[in-house]
């Protein structure tokens, strides 16, 4: 049985006082949650505050991104050592933002997979189409493509150690779902590269979870599919009663 991850990405938003404010509100919501991992992603600037607001809580923090290396001169960037000293145990990488507005590719996801694992991080690793890709019919390819020449070049024991998020690039902050057949659908081709790079075992073991416009009201019907091991949330992880009842589907 895989054990759901229900993660929360911030994005930007929220400032310390209220990343604290959240978890005073959210921390009783989840504290019989033990069905699921749980795991908020916030800016740099509220990791502190949120370690501090989840300490003696199950709740895991995540940042957001990292760089590969360790330290240096790179002016504006964050190390995996770093992230981790702050108290983080996860990163999410990859994710379609990066992608789109700051030259994300499947090298750079892998190399900062890559830097996550060795900084003792568990990489949340972000793949999905865009619109025109699905529309064309070649959403399949698509992952593919980006399993291939990212997170298939891991070794098996650094993939043991991964999750993937599938996050049809259409769906986030659209209001638009993928229906829980396109998720599944998704998540099985994903398994199945999975399946031929690393074996039935690793396949098996995989969390794969869900993102894009997932809701207090349509997670139950996403979970409902045996495909799904978690969601990742936007907007809908930003309040605390919306985030506790997708937790708590
Ligand atoms: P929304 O839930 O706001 O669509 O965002 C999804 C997402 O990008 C999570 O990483």
């Known amino acids: 049985m895989r054990k759901p991850i229900m993660a929360g990405n911030w994005k930007m938003y929220k400032n310390p006082a209220e990343t604290t404010a959240f978890f005073e509100k959210f921390r009783p919501l989840v504290a019989q949650s033990e069905h699921c991992e749980i795991v908020i992603c916030p800016p740099y600037t509220n990791i502190a505050a949120a370690v501090a607001a989840a300490q003696g809580t199950r709740i895991g923090i995540g940042a957001q991104d990292l760089y590969w290396a360790k330290e240096g001169a790179f002016t504006g960037e964050v190390s995996g050592p770093m992230i981790k000293a702050s108290g983080c145990s996860h990163v999410l990488v990859g994710h379609s933002e990066r992608r789109q507005y700051f030259d994300e590719t499947n090298e750079t996801v892998l190399q900062r997979t890559i830097a996550a694992l060795e900084a003792g991080l568990s990489p949340i690793v972000c793949v999905g189409e865009r619109l025109a890709e699905r529309e064309s019919g070649e959403t399949e390819a698509v992952l593919a493509l980006q399993f291939r020449a990212g997170i298939g070049l891991l070794s098996a024991d650094q993939f043991a150690r991964i999750a993937i998020a599938y996050e049809p690039v259409w769906a986030i902050g659209t209001g638009k779902t993928a229906t829980p057949e396109m998720a599944a659908d998704a998540h099985r081709a994903l398994r199945g590269q999975v399946r031929g790079r690393y074996g039935a075992e ?3 073991a995989v969390r794969i979870l869900y993102g894009g416009s997932v809701k207090p009201d349509n997670v139950r019907i996403l979970m409902a599919q045996p495909e799904l091991d978690g969601v990742l949330v936007g ?10 009842s997708i937790v708590n589907f």
Do not use: E
């Open 235 to 244: 907007g809908a992880s930003l309040d605390a009663n919306s985030f506790a």
């Open 202 to 204: 690793a396949a098996d």
